[in-house]
């Protein structure tokens, strides 16, 4: 039996179809032409992301979309004088928050799954860490480029931390985000 349980902040074609009152070939095509954001499952079938199935409505007018339960983000906390592509690829994905500057942390008032977080980052270790107060209290902290984190870090009181000695990648991030995943059907980012 197939299993049509989604990624809460996933739309299949033919139930955005039935939200917009278009047919299933056309949300196919708009997916094509890069009107949605979208995701292919291991299956093949596309699944358009709630936000930007959100903008369209708001763009084009159309009201009563339902909105997606609130699941927890990601936050990538990069150094911002070594910025990979990689970043600017999940800088687009839905709730998925990429920082590259401490006053952005500031902006954050979704719950946050995980953070994933450059030790290459000087203020990072070198400012007093309020992040521990709320945002990281529940979250898992993954910290990448692990060797150059300081042994005098504030990030070694977190008490969910991963070390990792790598960069930061998509693969990382989507790993994650698939190992968290309740359903069979996981989303997985279109490679342009």
Request: hydrophobic share 40%; aromatic share 8%; net charge neutral.
């Amino acid at each position: 039996m197939k299993n049509d349980t989604l990624h809460p902040h996933y739309f299949s074609t033919s139930q955005a179809a039935k939200m917009l009152g278009l047919s299933v070939g056309t949300i196919q095509r708009m997916v094509e032409n890069g009107v949605f954001k979208a995701f292919v499952t291991q299956g093949g079938h596309r699944r358009i992301l709630s936000s930007s199935l959100n903008q369209y409505c708001k763009q084009n007018g159309v009201t009563g979309l339902l909105t997606a339960p609130d699941v927890p983000w990601v936050c990538v906390l990069h150094d911002s004088q070594h910025v990979p592509p990689a970043l600017e690829t999940m800088a687009h994905w839905a709730h998925v928050k990429v920082i590259t500057h401490p006053l952005d942390l500031m902006g954050i008032d979704q719950s946050v799954g995980v953070f994933f977080i450059d030790a290459r980052i000087p203020w990072l270790h070198t400012t007093p860490m309020h992040l521990q107060d709320n945002l990281m209290q529940n979250a898992h902290i993954v910290v990448y480029n692990s060797a150059h984190l300081p042994s005098d870090s504030p990030l070694h009181l977190a008490q969910k931390i991963n070390l990792f000695k790598g960069d930061i990648s998509t693969d990382l991030v989507f790993g994650y985000l698939l190992g968290n995943s309740k359903d069979t059907d996981t989303p997985r980012p279109i490679h342009q």
